[in-house]
């Protein structure tokens, strides 16, 4: 079975400043990787997927991602924060294959921008 | 416009009666899946289906119930026998590659039922 841990359930940024929400996995098999982004009362929205391929994965937004199988990390990242930036991330896993794409969440990371 | 609808926004029900909350998606997805949310817990999966008049029970599937007798539609069903019922609702719906039963395509999210049981 999978697991998603998102380290921190609170992050508070400066607008400009650098986003860094982490992500970490456990999983039997190599995984698709993804992170949604929620606004208040909203369904998710995806920024971005890792499946295959160039580990380092560009998202909408300005956010980017790195898979890292040694470190079985996908930590996100935005260069600057922006006031609208100000949402819950999840991070999730997906076996893929004879499991299809049932998705295993982590428990979210809010993020708080300060102007 | 393509996409997933869920009514109604909000919901609010007496502690016994079952309530039925709707998903309809017009993106031709043969995958619904079903998803409850509460505060600080991410989102765990109710039921899921990948084809119609086919569904499979997720990780919290008791006390709940789905049909899926048309493509475009998975209702949810919270029956009285859900001991928690009050939360926040999501279903989705991904597509699946032809002639497989495997797929990595991106889930899309509905906005959403919010129900309260009183």
């Known amino acids: 079975a999978q697991s998603v841990t998102q380290l921190g359930s609170h992050v508070s940024v400066s607008e400009g400043a650098l986003v860094l929400l982490r992500c970490n996995y456990s999983?039997?098999?190599?995984?698709?990787l993804f992170w949604y982004v929620q606004y208040p009362n909203q369904g998710l929205q995806l920024l971005l997927k890792?499946?295959?391929?160039?580990?380092l994965v560009k998202g909408i937004n300005g956010f980017e991602a790195e898979f890292k199988k040694s470190e079985t990390s996908f930590h996100l990242t935005k260069p600057s924060a922006h006031m609208s930036d100000a949402a819950e991330y999840f991070c999730a896993v997906s076996l893929g294959g004879a499991a299809g794409n049932k998705l295993t969440f982590g428990g979210g990371t809010r993020v708080l921008v300060k102007p | 416009d393509g996409g997933i609808t869920q009514s109604p926004k909000y919901l609010f029900r007496k502690e016994g009666q079952n309530v039925t909350l709707s998903c309809e998606q017009n993106?031709?997805?043969?995958?619904m899946y079903w998803y409850r949310q509460d505060p600080g817990q991410g989102l765990r999966l109710i039921y899921y289906s990948q084809i119609v008049n086919d569904f499979q029970k997720g990780d919290i599937a008791e006390g709940y119930s789905v049909s899926r007798e048309k493509k475009e539609s998975f209702p949810l069903t919270v029956t009285s026998a859900q001991k928690n019922p009050t939360a926040f609702y999501l279903c989705?719906?991904?597509?699946?590659?032809?002639?497989?039963?495997?797929?990595?395509?991106?889930?899309?999210f509905g906005p959403g039922t919010r129900l309260t049981v009183l």
């Open positions: 999983s039997s098999v190599p995984p698709y």
């Open positions: 890792y499946t295959t391929g160039a580990t």
């Open positions: 993106l031709n997805h043969d995958a």
């Open positions: 989705a719906s991904s597509s699946r590659s032809p002639g497989t039963f495997t797929s990595t395509d991106t889930q899309y």
